[in-house]
């Protein structure tokens, strides 16, 4: 938590209607992500293509992507999977491979310019592609150490002569590589599909499509084939909508997790923790109301942990201090109102014996709170950094404490603008809170829209929300390996 602390107190118009023919599809990616060759282009859309066009083609196909966290079986975050909008993945079901090759010619392009190594750091990728795409010359600018690419088979037959030597390549250029196993999948492409799946590093089972018995038969069917030399065959279920799912799989010996339970709103049990809360709200409350520093120093000298986190951070050698703090009164009077409000307002994220569940949330509020952070002074929305930083923190406060977001409010005096847009009232605030959220649930058509609303250009979007992600990675200061 010190280090928490102190990395954070350092101080379009929206897009026409779904195209109705694949053709149409296809040229739009054309627009968007032109692919490098064999695939015939209309002329009209090779003429619509600008040099200028071309040039926006990173911004404008990072608008699809989808990423969502993978915890391991330490509950920690392992990686992200990488996908496609939802929206646009239905729409490719039962699409000729070069409709498919386009769209994923868009995201490994997307991918490309977002600097994925600094982002994940030890952390995996796992990109979902179809198999037509393993010669795509983009996968090299992709990094090997962190990549797992995951094939999800299309309607096309799958030819075991081709896609062996691909494989073969990839992995030794040091990519490894998985497979979709659903219960659609096996039937279709068995027993080719089977055969693959026993030489991958990696299976993804989509959990939704199968029950108990049939994941643990199917996992003992396919790990007993595998030779010694093979190594370990990770696996990763996805789709899991609630913990039992999570714990099923868990105890089945599955490697890596991922679904939508992680920040359901089902379980209101607030997690443990050391500091008091009660006392860290009223305090935020005191400075807001700008109460004299000698009685907030008292209320928080009577609180014994409290006066601990504060006098230990003020005291850390980051901060470099030649004389030690050894009053509170003091330490606030270094640390000014604005700073001390922050500093209070993240004790609330501080959960003791953090599992999967915590981790992710204080992650993804922290994240939250440095993209609409890195909103500020664009198109509408205020130059106040300090005050985004919070609505975005605070946005999802109930999830991390267990109590609804209202109830939490009437404890607090934040400014009027973030308490209206954390209850729902129209304005700026509200719009840009939107906005994050939208991001995160990969809503492109949201996205769009909002940002417009916001005064400014969707195609930032995917960029700041990334940057956000790796300033939540350095201030949690995550040490899994």
Known sequence: ??????????????PAPTPATPQKQFDTLNQLAPLKSGAPRKKE??????????????????????REPVLNQREQIAGYTFDLQEG?????????????????????RSLATLNIPSLLEHRLAFVTITPTSLSNPLLMKLPPKNTVLILKPSSQPLNIDELVPQLQALRKAGFAHGWVLSKTTLKEH???????????????????SFNGREIESLHKALT????????????????LHSFDEFNLCFHMGFDYFQGHFITSREDWHPPKSEINRVLALKLLNLLRTDEELKV?????????????????YLN????????????????????????????????????????FRE???????????????????????PDRKDELFILGLFSMLDLLIGHPLPQLLEHTQLPEAIHQALLGQEGIYHTALALAQASEANQSEKIHHLASACGFDALQILERSMEALSKAHATMGLSEV
């Open 224 to 239: 007993s084939r595998r030779s010694l030399h093979q190594g370990k065959l990770h696996l990763l279920a996805t789709e």
């Open 45 to 66: 859309a090779s003429r619509g293509t600008s040099a200028a066009a071309e040039h926006k083609t990173p911004s404008l196909t990072a608008s699809f992507v989808c």
């Open 316 to 355: 850390s050698p980051a901060i470099g201090l030649q004389t030690p703090i050894l009053t509170i009164d003091k330490a606030l009077l270094l640390l000014g109102r604005e700073r001390c409000f922050r500093w209070l307002s993240l004790l609330l994220f501080d959960i003791k014996q953090t599992g």
């Open 296 to 312: 907030i120093a008292d209320q928080i000298t009577a609180d014994p942990v409290m006066t601990y986190k504060l006098l230990r």
């Open 190 to 208: 068995h027993p080719s599909l089977t055969q693959l799946a026993i030489q991958a590093d990696y299976l993804q089972l989509q959990v939704s």
């Open 88 to 108: 646009l993945q239905t729409r490719l079901q039962g699409r000729q491979d070069m409709l498919h090759r386009a769209y994923d010619d868009a995201l490994l």
């Open 359 to 381: 981790r992710l949330l204080i992650e993804q509020a922290l994240a939250r709170a440095f993209f609409l952070e890195s909103l500020a002074g664009l198109g509408q929305v």
């Open 1 to 14: 938590m010190l280090d928490f602390l102190q990395r954070l107190l350092g101080r379009t118009p929206k």
